[in-house]
């Protein structure tokens, strides 16, 4: 049974930082993407960063260049490191794994089979 479970989640001022993380357990096949995503109240949720087994990595333009998504696999343990955080930035975050298209990770729901519980982040201005 595949397990992921996140944590890192907090309250932080603007400007700050966080660094979320996703154990990973249960795994038959490691699967080809893993992602972040997060889902603010009253909003749908999206996608914002995914990393496939090579290291490649694909950002929402939102967070491009603020956030850093990275993986260990050796630990089965995904990060995301968050800077210059934003109140916009507050949001439940959710860790996932799923597959690829064209070697390609795409930020989209529908591609993620596997979803964690999800850690709160709340930036203040």
């Known amino acids: 049974q595949v397990q992921l479970v996140e944590s890192g989640g907090g309250s932080v001022q603007a400007g700050g930082s966080l660094r979320l993380s996703c154990a990973a357990s249960g795994y038959t096949y490691s699967p080809y993407c893993m992602g972040w995503f997060r889902q603010a109240p009253g909003k749908e949720r999206e996608g914002v960063a995914a990393?496939?087994?090579?290291?490649?990595?694909t950002y929402a333009p939102s967070v491009k260049g603020r956030f850093t998504i990275s993986q260990d696999n050796a630990k089965n343990t995904l990060h995301l490191q968050m800077n210059s955080l934003k109140p916009e930035d507050t949001a439940m975050y959710y860790c996932a794994a799923g597959r690829g298209i064209g070697g390609y990770c795409y930020l989209e729901r529908s591609f993620y089979n596997y979803w964690g519980q999800g850690t709160q982040v709340t930036v203040s201005s």
């Open positions: 990393i496939d087994r090579d290291g490649d990595t």
